[in-house]
């Protein structure tokens, strides 16, 4: 059994993620936040006995100096634990130290609904733009499904494109009439490159472009990439009335979280209070 916790180490982690089908976003996420630990430390190496409680210091300092968000601080923790059970089979890392519990958003879909999204494709300067608008927009897709989707994840027979999840689950998704002439469009372009992947750009760069976009579409709000999925997600709700149909498409694992992103929580009860008596 390993003495010592290295840095080396996060390569081998990758490729045992990697041997047991994790996403990138996954492989990316473990092996960032484990990068972050040792720069954290000041050392490549550390005792294995001390890893454990240098861990929850490193945590804790974070969460005072550094982690703004809750649920930054809540992924460190999945970061490390993943480190601790991949590389050294340690099972149960961090028992005592409670992870955060990351509160619901609330719904945020664009004002304009899918008319804004539209109008953000229309803004949007490049056919890759305009494939990302309409994956987020049209298809529900999160940047991570987006920045990892790849050609031949979209099937041109029966218009669906297969979004890779949270978990590693994936889903297919049917590609609408409003969304195929972009997505296709880009792919075609991707495939003229001999390119296999859709996109290739960090996380950042593709949230600051549908931030970028919004603003310069004039729509109300500051939007973001998950306005756009909750705008996709609220405009088949309203259309189908069935909340299983919208948690599918969007790859939830619950409908709860669905419930939050379709903004139905406040809207039911408010018309659940409108009594008609006279009935």
Known sequence: MATTVTRESIELLRQRLSVEGKSESTKRGYAGDTRTFFDWLGSDTLPIEDFEFKAAEHLNFCKKYADRKMSTTAR???????????????????????????????????????????????????????????????????????????????????????????????????????????????????????????????????????????????????????????????????????IRVVQELLGHASPTTTQIYIGIRLSAMRNGVELDLTA
Not at 214 to 229: N, P, Q, T, V, Y
Request: aromatic share 6%; net charge neutral; charged share 25%.
């Open 76 to 242: 460190r923790v999945s970061g490390l634990r993943g480190f601790a059970w991949y590389v050294h089979g340690i099972d149960n890392f961090l028992p005592r130290y409670a992870t955060p519990k990351v509160a619901p958003g609330a719904p945020h879909p664009l004002i304009e609904g899918i008319d804004g999204v539209l109008q953000m494709i229309d803004t949007a300067r490049t056919t890759e733009e305009r494939a990302l608008v309409a994956l987020a927009g049209l298809c529900g897709a999160r940047v991570s499904e987006a920045r990892e989707l790849r050609v031949c994840d979209i099937d041109l027979v029966d218009m669906i494109v297969t979004l890779g999840g949270k978990r590693d689950k994936y889903r297919p998704v049917p590609i609408s009439r409003q969304a195929m002439p972009h997505i296709v469009g880009w792919m075609i372009e991707v495939k003229n490159m001999g390119r296999e992947n859709m996109f290739d750009m960090c996380d950042r760069t593709a949230r600051n472009w549908l931030t970028r976009i919004h603003k310069e579409a004039g729509l109300e709000g500051e939007g973001s990439s998950h306005d756009l999925r909750m705008t996709f997600g609220t405009a088949v709700y309203e259309k189908t009335k069935d």
